[in-house]
């Protein structure tokens, strides 16, 4: 079975860290475009960041550019998202996403195949 599974949510404080972590079952990451999105309460699902693990090109939304790091474990098929500096704002459930990479075509023209079931992260005094 193909699928991607979500770890590391959890409730934190302003200002601290969490790393959360999303690996791959069934089949190997190497040729795949990972992504995280987030969704608030009341909200619509966002980007939140974004790699292609061929090449470890990166992307980032603004609202997290500088606090968030998304990086590449080949050994381990997995993708990690390290969030520093958490704010109120970053409460919501983080889903990660696979799908095949494309050679050429921009983050935001990517539709996911394998999606996880999502991870809760709150920050919050």
């Known amino acids: 079975q193909l699928r991607v599974v979500e770890s590391g949510g959890g409730l934190v404080q302003p200002g601290g860290s969490l790393r959360l972590s999303c690996a791959a079952s069934g089949f190997t990451l190497d040729y795949y475009a990972v992504a995280w999105f987030r969704q608030a309460p009341g909200k619509e699902r966002e980007a939140v960041s974004f790699i292609i693990i061929y090449n470890g090109q990166t992307d980032y939304a603004d609202s997290v550019k500088g606090r968030f790091t998304i990086t590449k474990d080949n050994a381990n098929n997995t993708v990690h998202l390290q969030m520093n500096s958490l704010k109120p704002e970053d409460t919501g459930v983080y889903y990660c996403?696979?799908?095949?990479?494309?050679?050429?075509?921009?983050?935001?023209?990517?539709?996911?195949?394998?999606w996880g079931q999502g991870t809760q992260v709150t920050v919050s005094s």
């Open positions: 996403a696979a799908t095949a990479w494309v050679a050429g075509r921009p983050f935001t023209h990517y539709h996911y195949d394998y």
